[in-house]
């Protein structure tokens, strides 16, 4: 592999290749450590969880991107893209959806503020909200969830790793970002609250 600026390119030397041929040329071999992960994003609760391989790039030079299969013994169980991945760095391989994962999310409004007009503003309202999430794990083995979610306002959540997202010019409210990673044995059922309060 050399690399000009930004382009990646693999040598593999003189090829002949008659009409209609293909070629197919493994590039290099490497072992890694990986992980499956189960993701659900959480902003629509209609969205269905993916299955992802987690896989970190333990070598000193980057994956390119391109499209690859995943197997499994021999196996072939997904063709998906493989993203650039920067050495030390993680790459997610969508396997695809897990239906078997069962997961509900309902938000309720549990106040609403008037806030006093100021200039001939309109009327803002500060709002607080309660989201309630489940997933339930109906597959026989236990499994890693990652739930995240996106709010505005002031966030409080239990158990979550927080990011404040950067607030835009005209924004009523900052963004907060909200992982929840969870080990759910087989059978087993966790929930999550989290309350939000934030000006309309």
Partial sequence: MFRSESLYAYPIGPTTLEPGDRLTKLLFEQQSHYRT???????????????????????????????????????????TDMPFTAPAHDADLTIGKAPDIITDKDVQETKAEPLPAVNKQPVRIRL???????????????????????????????????????????DLNQKVHLTWTLQLAPGEQKRITVTNTYIR
């Fill in 37 to 79: 992960v189960y993701h659900w994003e959480a902003e629509d609760a209609n969205n269905p969880v993916e299955e992802f391989l987690r896989i970190h790039n333990d070598a000193k030079k980057p994956w390119t991107g391109g499209v690859v299969t995943v197997a499994k013994t021999g196996i072939p169980l997904a063709q």
């Fill in 128 to 170: 607080t909200e309660l989201t309630r999430m489940s997933a339930t794990n109906t597959k026989d083995e236990p499994v890693i969830l990652e739930i995240v979610l996106t709010l505005p306002g002031d966030v409080t959540a239990a158990d979550a790793k927080i990011e404040k997202l950067p607030r835009r010019f005209g």
